[in-house]
């Protein structure tokens, strides 16, 4: 890569393939729709209904906000840009810096929420008599103040670091390209600080908690009473009384996909910016970054799937939302 102070001169320009710009715009423009719809309408009914507000629901709100804010930053303009001229950036110098901090700001703020959750639900499955003390709505409230004003000050360097520079294509104007300030050898410890805050922290922590989860669920059968956790001076019921094995192995499977799912869909972007990190040659195979790039965007699309699917609770409140019967309906569990 040149250097981002440098002119950038490109002899002939260069376009995406029309098999390219209809796969990418297809799928990724799908992810788009149904991933900002979904975690839109996960913040609706939890706002919508006081029955809803549990710690548990706090974190799945902060995820939703955290999946909006990536699929919003990111699937339009990646979008854009295979119809645009190489690597043209339209946006302003504004719009590439801001870009490319709400993308860290939603990516990071969405790992730390998913971290928070897996801890909530350890503590409350795990450790029941600690849950009445600790899982209440006021501490899970100041817990995503943290999570999000951690994520704010940690990706607030990319107002600085990113900016515009000219490009020059046969036959065009000058043009912009978003980019770098430092060359990328500059950028390695603050990559590889993403890699392990934002990636390897959370997962390790997801498959040992889960897997404590899970041992719990399988081999300490419950004794009739269900656990509670408190909302403000109110106590949820969270598990009915008559739980049964198999409904243990839902929950099991679902945890699994928690954790699996984490590692699975960000593992080719993380990879790749490792490899090119240390690599003399970097790998730019497009239709692999596209890939890698779109399981992101998947991953921020399919949470209110992935967290809520098994919530009876949920399903009953999508149902409302989606029929646009009565706000004030009674809610079941």
């Not at 951690?150 to 980019?179: Q, V």
Request: glycine share 4%; net charge positive; proline share 5%.
């Amino acid at each position: 890569m040149a250097k981002p102070l440098e002119t950038v001169l490109y002899e002939d320009p260069i376009y995406f393939s029309e098999s390219y710009r209809l796969i990418g715009t297809t799928i990724q423009g799908l992810i788009f729709l149904v991933g900002v719809l979904g975690n839109l309408l996960v913040v609706f009914v939890v706002a919508r209904s006081r029955s809803m507000w549990c710690p548990t629901n706090c974190y799945l709100v902060s995820l939703a906000v955290a999946d909006c804010i990536v699929l919003v930053a990111a699937v339009p303009q990646e979008i854009v840009s295979y119809y645009l001229v190489g690597s043209e950036w339209i946006w302003g110098d504004a719009g590439c810096s801001f870009s490319i901090f709400a993308q860290n700001l939603g990516i990071n703020a969405s790992s730390l929420s998913v971290a928070a959750f897996t801890v909530e639900r350890y503590i409350a499955i795990c450790k029941p008599f600690l849950a009445q003390t600790v899982c209440t709505v006021r501490r899970a409230l100041k817990i995503v103040l943290c999570v999000w004003s951690f994520a704010a000050i940690y990706s607030s360097p990319w107002l600085y670091l990113a900016a515009t520079f000219p490009i020059y294509y046969r036959g065009f104007p000058p043009l912009k390209m978003c980019d770098h300030k430092l060359s990328r050898e500059e950028y390695l410890g603050y990559y590889f600080a993403d890699l392990v805050v934002f990636y390897l922290i959370p997962l390790f922590l997801c498959i040992f908690l889960y897997s404590q989860i899970a041992h719990r669920l399988i081999n300490q059968p419950f004794n009739g009473s269900p656990p509670i956790i408190i909302i403000g001076n109110r106590r949820c019921v969270e598990l009915q009384p008559n739980f049964r094995t198999s409904s243990r192995s839902q929950v099991v499977k679902m945890l699994g996909f928690v954790s699996a799912l984490f590692a699975v869909l960000w593992l080719p972007y993380r990879g790749l910016l490792v490899y090119n990190s240390v690599a003399q040659e970097k790998y730019m195979n497009l239709w692999y970054l596209m890939a890698a790039k779109t399981c992101i965007y998947l991953n921020s699309a399919i949470n209110p799937i992935l967290y809520n699917a098994m919530s009876i609770r949920f399903r009953s409140a999508f149902g409302r939302a989606l029929s646009l019967r009565s706000v004030c309906s009674k809610d079941h569990v």
